[in-house]
C-alpha cells in the first residue's frame, strides 16, 4: 500500500471546499481559480451553460424526489435502490420476488416500465423575482401577500407548463430575496434495468441507517425512453432509448482518499438561513415532540405487526418511514450540541448585527430580524394544536386518508390557481395514485390503536387548543374505552379503508362525501375544517416571513461580502468535496471507505445482514476482477465525503474532477443529521456507494455483460477476457 | 498539530517489537543491536543485572497479584486504583466515603496503612531446574511425578523463605521445561498515599471494561515503609519510607504515538504453549459454558441486588469480578476467531511436526504430542462435573466458604509439605483474612438463589458424572420446590454466614466442624471430599502433562531457534512495544490517544459517566497547567500501545526507552483478549494511563503539591509559578 494513500485514508483534512450547496449560476461566479485548485479539472462552464441550458449538471436528474444521472447516451440513468424501489415491488410477485432476488434485463424487451415513475431533466432557470414581487398589491397584510405570491407562482408555472411534457416549479431563494422558475423536461417511460436483491440494496436496513461503518449497495440502473421523434411519451413498445446529450462516464478507477469530488442533484429543504432563535425552537420543542410522537407510533406498529405475520408485512413501509424521521431527530438533536450550531449561528448572526448598527444603512433589516424574533413567541400557545394536526399523515392512515378525501373534495371546487398546491390538477394523478397505494399499507388492529393514540393526545390539549372534531366526534372527555368503542364502531362503518369505495371518493365533492353518512368521513370533514382554517394562519405568518427574511437576509449576504449558497429548495445544487474519514468522537477514527471484506465481516445470514449467496460465493473465491482498490487491496464499497448534501440528494451522482462517475450518494453519517441547520466540517460526511461496488457486483456477481459494454466498461467478446 | 504526529496517531504501524513476554533473563539474550533499533535507550543491562538482582526490573514490584513501580526513592508506588481499592474501601464510612471523594494524604501521618496490604520486590532469579526434575523417582507414575515435584517445589520456597521477609516461589516454564525460583522481599506496611475518586479511578465502569475508547484514570499511589534499619517490617508508627535503590522518574513530557515503550510486570497466566487441539477444546466448551454459567449467576445478582439496596451493594463487588470474567470469556471467543489463532497455532504446530520428522531426533517429541492429543478425548466424559466442582467460588458463597473450611481443616491434619499450596501455613493469614472479607458481600436471597442454580445443574448430570453431596443433601430428582425448601432449612440452620462463628470455625478440626451438626457444613464436608478426590484426578492428569509437554516444546523451542518468550506465570516479565492505534473493522480505525474532552464528551453525571466537579471545574476552565499533549491541544488521558500483556499486568509500569514512567497499564482491548492464546499484531493492544493525566489530576484538581515535589515534578514555592 503506497504511504501517502494509508495516510490520507487516516487524516481528516482540513475542510477546505465543503460548505455550500451551489446553485448552478453561483458555480459560474466562483472564482476558477479557486475550483482548478479545489480539482476540478474542466472549465466551470462545462458544468453549467446558462445560455445553453446545458452541460454536466444537465446530466442530473430529478427522479421522483430522489437525484440521478444519465450514465449513457442510451437513457441509462444510475440512482439509490431505495429511489426505485416501488417498480421493484411493482412487478414482484411470491412466485417471481424480485424484491430478494433483485433483476436484471436480459434485453431491452425485459426492462421493467415503472408505473407512475417520471424522470425530470433540467433544462433552464429563469429569474422571475421581479414579476412575483410585483405580484404583491401596495398596501397588502400579510395574508394577502402570501396569496399574491402564491397566485404569482401558479400562473408562472401554469405558463410554463404549456410546452409538452414540461414540469415547472417556482423556487424560492433566502426567504424571498430571489425566485427562480425552474424549467425541466419530464421523461413518463421509465423502466428498471437493474436492481441488485434487497440485502445488497438495503444491507444494514435500520441498523446501519444513517451509520458509518457502512456497507450497501443502495444503487439500482433504470433507463428512459421517448418517442421515436425524442419528444417525451408515456410507455409504449415503440419508444426508443431517450438520447442524453450530457452524461456521465464512470471512473472505473474510482477514488481514493483525498479526492476531489462533486455531488450533484436536488437536495429537498434546509434551514440554515432561520435565525437562531428559530433554530433554538425546533430544538427545544419539535424535534423532541417527533421522538416522542413518531416513538409512540413506532411502537404501536411494531408490537401490532408482532402480533400477526400479515399486518407486520403491511405495516413495514409506514415503520420505515416513521424510524427513519424518528433517528433523524434524534440526530438533529445530538448533532445541534455537539456541533454547537446554534450557538455558533448566534454568534455569527451578532456579528451581522454589530456591523448593520456600525453600517447604518441596514436598520430595516436590524428591524426584520426583531420582528421575525418576536413571532417566535406568539407560536407557543397553540403549538401542540399545530403539531398534531400538521403530523396527521404520520398517523393512522384511515383517518390521514379521509382528511385527504375531505380537503380534496372542498378544493376541487375552486379554481385551480386558489388551490393548495397539493390538489392542482397537475398533481391529481399522483395523488389518486398515492391514495390507492396505500391500501397494502392498512392493517386494522393497527390502525385503530394510532387512532387512539392521536385522540388521547387531542384530549390532553389546553382549553385554547382543542382540536373541535375530536371534541365532537370522541367528547373531549371521554374514557380510553369509550373512546375504543367508538372507533371500532367507526372503522365497522367506514368504506374509505375499501379500495373501489376510496377510490370513486376520490372524485366525490364534499356534498357526496357527506351524504354517505360514513363516520370517518364525517369525522374528517369536521377535521379538514380545521387543518384548513390552520394552514390559512399559516399562510398569513408565511406571508409575514416572505416580508421579513428577505430583508434580513439581504443584510447577512451583504456582510458575507462573498456568494452564500442559499438553503437547500429541491432545485439542482452542486457541493464540492474531498473523500476523506472523521473523528466521530475521542479515540476513533471513522476511515473513508469500507470493503467487501467488511460486508462479509457483517453477514450473519439474518435480516439485515444476509449477503446473497451469488455475492459470497464470488467474495469467498476471490472473484474481484478488476476493481480492487491498489491501497485497500479489496473491491471497495462505500465512501464518505465531506460534500453538503440533505435529503433529495439521495441518487445523486458523486463526480470527479474530470465529471466520471466516481459513486451514487445515499446518505449522511449520524454526527451530520444537523447540517441541515449549519455546517460542521468536523463531521459534514455524505456516504456514497463507490461505482467500483457497482461495477463488481454488475461484473462479478451478475454477469450483466451486455450493461457493462453499453456503459463503455467492457469492449469486444466479455466473456473470454475476463479471467473467471 | 505537526502532520507527521498526527500521522501517527492515525496508523497501525508494523508490529515490530509487540509480540512476547520477555522474562529479565531473555532480555539479556536478545540482540542489543535491535532492542536499540526498537528504542531502547539505555543498555539491557540496566534493565536487569542478573548477579547483583538489579536494574529497572527491580524496581518493577509484585501488589497482590497487581503490577507495580517505584516512583520515587521514598518507597513511593503507582499502581491501580483497582489494584489497592481493598485499603481505600477499609478507610471509607458512610461518614467519611473515601470511594467516592478519593483520597490524598495530606502529610506522611495522614496515610492510609492497608491491612494485609503487601509489596514485593524482586531481589534474584534461580534455575532450579536440575534439583525439581532430580527429585522424580525412577519409575514413578504420573501421580507420583506430580507429587515429587510439587513436594521439591515446597521445599525449595520454604528453604528461600527462612530468610526473613522473603517471599519466594518456584516458577514453571515451558510446562516443565525449565524451572526458577523466585526470591522476593516482602514489604509489609504499606499505606494508601493518594486514590482519585472512584469516578475517575473507575470511570466508564463495566460498560468501558475491555474497551476502546477509554477514559478511565486507573491509578493509585501508595508507600512502602521498612523498619527504621531498613528491614521490612509490620505496620508501625516508627517505620520509615522504604528506600528504593530503582525506581523510575515520571516522563513529564509524557508519549506521542510511533514511541517505544516497556511494560514491566508480573503477568499472570497465558495458554500459548498449549496445543492447538488443547485451544480448540477450550474454544468448544470452556468460555461457552462460562458464558452459560455465569451469565446466570450475573441475572440472579442483577435481579435480587434490584429489590433491595442493600443487597445491591453487597453483590456489587461479586458481580463486578463475574462480569468481568463473563465479558473476557466473550472476547476470549471473539478474538479467536477473529485473528483465526487456533487455526495458524495448528499450522505453525504442524511446521513443527514437519520439520521434527524430517530431522528424526524428535521422535519423543512426537510421541508426546500425541499423547497430549489422545488425551482431552478422556477428558470428556465427566467433563461437565469437573467444570462445575472447579467453579464453586463464583457461586453460592455460603456454599464456597463451607467447602473451604471443611477442606482447611482436613489439609490443616497434613504435615505442612503436604497440604495443598493454598492451605499451607504461609498462606493461612491471607485466607483467614479473605474469609473474614466475605461478610459484606452476603447477601441471603441471591445465596440461596446462586445455591438453587448450582443444584439444579448438578442435578443435571449424566449417571457418570452425579455429584454424590448434592445427590445425598437435595436428592437427586428432587423438584426445584423441594430443593429451595432444603436450601431454605439449610441456610436457616447453618451459622456460617455469622461472621463470628465462621471465624471460630476457620481453626477447627473437620471432627469439630462434624460435631456442629451444621447442615450447611455437614453437605459441604461431603462436598470437600469430593472435591479433593478430583484434585487427585488432576494433579495425575498434571504429572502427564509434566512428563510430556516439556518434551514437546524443546521440540518446539529448537524449531524456532531463537528465543521465544514462555507462557505467563506470574513471574517478572518486560514487553516491548509501540504507541500505536488500531483498526477494530473495516472503516473504523481506534486513534492511540484520549482526551479530557473525551472524558467531558462521556459525562452524563450519572455512574458509571459521573465526572467529579473538581474534575469538571478544572476542565471546564481549561486549567491544564504544563500537562498539554503539543499535539493534540488537550490534556492526554489514556493511550494504546502494542504490549504483549495480560492479567496480572494491572498496574504495571509503561516506560519509555529512557526507562522514565509515561503511564500505567490498566487493561487490554476487547478485540485483544485472546492474546492469551496468541499474538495477533493486529489488535494486540495494552491500554495504560497517561502519566501526565496523574500529573494533571495531582497538580491541577488535587492540588497535591508536597507530593508533586516529592515526585520531583515540581520544584520551589509551587503555587506562585502555576497560572490558576
Redesign the interface.
Known sequence: MKKTL??LA??ALPAIAGEGKWTPQQVLELDPGWLKKQGLQVPPKRLWDPKRGTGLLAGTVNVGGCSGAFISSTGLVITNHHCVFSIVQEHSSPQRDLITQGFLATSREAELPGKGARIQVPRSFTDVTKEVLASVPAGADDLARYRAIDRKQKELVAECEKRPATRCQVATFDGGLQYVLVDSVELRDVRLVYAPPRAVGEFGGEEDNWM????TGDFSIIRAYTAPDGSSAAYSEKNVPFKAEFFFPLATRGVKPGDFVMVLGYPGITFRALLAEEMAERQARFYPRIIDVYGELIRILEEEGDKDPAGKIAVASTLKSLHNRYKNAGGQLAGLKRGRIIEKHREAEEAVVRWAEKNGQHAEALRARAELRSRIEGMGKTWEREFQLGNLRAGAKGQALAVLLARLARERALPDLERRPEFMERELARLKDQVEREQKNLFLPAEKRLLQAFVRRAQALGPEERIAAVDKHFGAKASEKEVAAKIDAMYAGTKVLTLAERMAMFTETAAQLQARKDPLLAYALDLATEVAALEELRDRRDGAAQRLRPVWRRAVLAHAGKPVAPDANSTLRVSFARVQ?Y?P???????P???L??VL?KHTGAEPFDVPDKLLAAADAKRFGPWVDPALKDVPVDFLSDADTTGGNSGSPTVNGKGELVGVNFDRVWENVANDFGFNPDVARNVSVDVRYVLWMLDQVEDADALLRELGVRKGPPVAQEKR
Open positions: 494509508l495516510l487516516l487524516v458509518w461503518p457502512r456497507h474519514g473523528a468522537r475521542d479515540g476513533v477514527f471513522h476511515t471507505q469500507t470493503t471484506s467488511g465481516a
